[in-house]
């Protein structure tokens, strides 16, 4: 009740899987897990580092090591946090170090000098030292993130948005065949089919989602300015470039070779024009659904209970479709921000980029609120069939493009200027078009060259043959 934004108030029970990636306890977690990896990889070193020779890495301490991120708490959290903040945590220094990732190698620490005491770990006492080895902060954060986004992409976004694509292609199947009127410029245009307008969508999500999916996952990871100073001034005839680059690798990403102090973002910032890309489209499936319901082509299932307006009884709003449109409106103007910002640091670093990260995600959040409305909605879908034949028979002007065609393909003289003649501006009937043929009939051979009778009777029999099968067709319809 007292949060500041809807993604912690109103909708909060609906993002349990954005914050189990994106909460402030999550970021704790996947640098402690980043932390503990790194000294995985230093432990596997081969040669062994002459500080950590003789420290076998059993599958017990292991499985230790990795207890630290995999049973991260919540008590855990308040632990780094109170360290952060105002210090006297257990086991932790005494007076706050204003710094959250200095923070949690301290809590490293404390949970190895509190493991060196169970059996067969003793040796964990001389290993602490190398926790956070020749890193800066950002080594841990720029891993983080990156994993961060990673999982969720492929554990929660993707599979969501491939949910709705399925759903969008199983009605584009289902009404593959019901004939619409299209309307360009908003105007009565040539007719389509309700299925085909809808492939138009799966196809475009379907290509972005490919793109996005292609897209590399980066992680910076390489000391106080990229150099990998630190490392190779304590350890010269060592090959840390290979280390970092397969330390980072099992994570599942991939180390940027050549950085500042912080990863450059680039990659990033196109995942994030990836998903604004989706997003536009998705926007503008929303409004076409929202129009289609506006014009009564498609109805909405009365669910019980549920109030359309505070004060008209009979409405069934599209409000799944506006929320949709809204929080995606507002998912696009963060990640703008995100891809257009994160890039740029002064020189070698600026610290600008920490708080703006931080918000990643909140565009995401906005984003599965959209996708899961967008679900909600079209699983009220109806087709009218009878309103979609209705509209389409009431503007029988449409078939003009098809009947000038034709006439052009016999090389009719100015055929386009005689339908736009008769048709522009006009509301036509199944009666007035079928006087037009009648009368496009004669004028077809009258317009033919001269000196072929053959060609003039078989042509006007080809228009009439045309422009009666598409009379038929439009009845049927």
Not at 124 to 150: A, C, W
Not at 180 to 192: F, M, N, V
Not at 244 to 263: D, H, K, S, Y
Not at 326 to 347: C, D, F, Q, T, Y
């Amino acid at each position: 009740m007292h949060a500041i934004g809807p993604l912690d108030g109103r909708y909060r029970d609906r993002l349990q899987q954005v914050s189990d990636h994106f909460s402030e306890f999550a970021y704790m977690q996947h640098r402690v897990e980043v932390e503990v990896e790194y000294l995985v990889a230093l432990l596997s070193m081969d040669p062994p580092l002459p500080q950590l020779a003789g420290l076998p890495l059993s599958p017990l301490l292991l499985e230790r090591l990795r207890s630290i991120y995999r049973g991260f708490s919540d008590q855990d959290a308040q632990w780094v946090k109170q360290t952060e903040l105002s210090g006297g945590a257990e086991g932790g220094p005494a007076l706050a170090t204003n710094h959250d990732v200095k923070a949690v190698e301290y809590f490293i620490k404390s949970r190895l000098s509190a493991m060196a005491s169970e059996p067969g770990l003793s040796e964990l006492r001389r290993v602490k030292e190398f926790v956070h080895f020749g890193l800066t902060s950002q080594d841990i954060n720029n891993t983080s993130y990156p994993l961060m986004l990673l999982r969720f992409l492929r554990n929660v976004y993707l599979p969501k948005l491939a949910q709705l694509l399925c759903v969008l292609d199983s009605f584009a199947r289902k009404w593959a065949q019901v004939p619409l009127l299209a309307r360009t410029h908003g105007q009565p245009a040539s007719p389509t089919r309700v299925g085909k307008e809808l492939m138009v969508f799966v196809e475009r999500l379907k290509t972005q989602m490919e793109h996005l999916a292609a897209l590399p996952h980066c992680a910076k990871l390489g000391g106080a300015t990229g150099n990998l100073n630190a490392h190779k001034v304590a350890y010269p005839d060592r090959d840390w470039i290979a280390t970092c680059n397969a330390f980072v690798a099992n994570l599942g990403l991939q180390r940027l070779q050549c950085t500042t102090q912080i990863e450059h973002y680039d990659n990033m910032a196109a995942i994030f024009d990836g998903a604004r890309r989706v997003n536009v489209i998705l926007i503008d499936l929303a409004r076409d659904i929202w129009t289609y319901i506006s014009q009564g082509l498609f109805k909405q299932k009365p669910k019980a209970g549920e109030i359309g307006s505070s004060t008209m009884p009979h409405k069934i709003n599209p409000i799944d479709f506006e929320n949709a449109e809204g929080n995606l409106g507002i998912a696009n103007a963060i990640l703008e921000h995100l891809s257009s910002k994160l890039p740029i640091s002064r020189l070698q670093r600026d610290l600008t980029d920490s708080t703006v990260s931080r918000n990643i995600g909140v565009p995401l959040g906005h984003t599965m609120l959209a996708l899961d409305s967008l679900l909600k909605g079209l699983g009220k879908l109806l087709l009218d069939e009878a309103a979609v034949s209705a509209d389409l028979n009431g503007h029988w002007e449409v078939t003009a493009e098809a009947i000038q065609t034709v006439l052009r393909r016999e090389q009719v003289d100015g055929a386009y200027e005689l339908l736009k003649e008769e048709t522009q501006g006009k509301a036509m009937t199944e009666e007035s078009v079928k006087r037009l043929i009648d009368k496009l009939e004669e004028d077809a051979t009258i317009k033919l060259e001269a000196g072929d009778e053959r060609r003039k009777r078989r042509t006007g029999w080809r228009v009439t043959r045309l422009c009666g099968h598409l009379l038929k067709s439009e009845r049927q319809t």
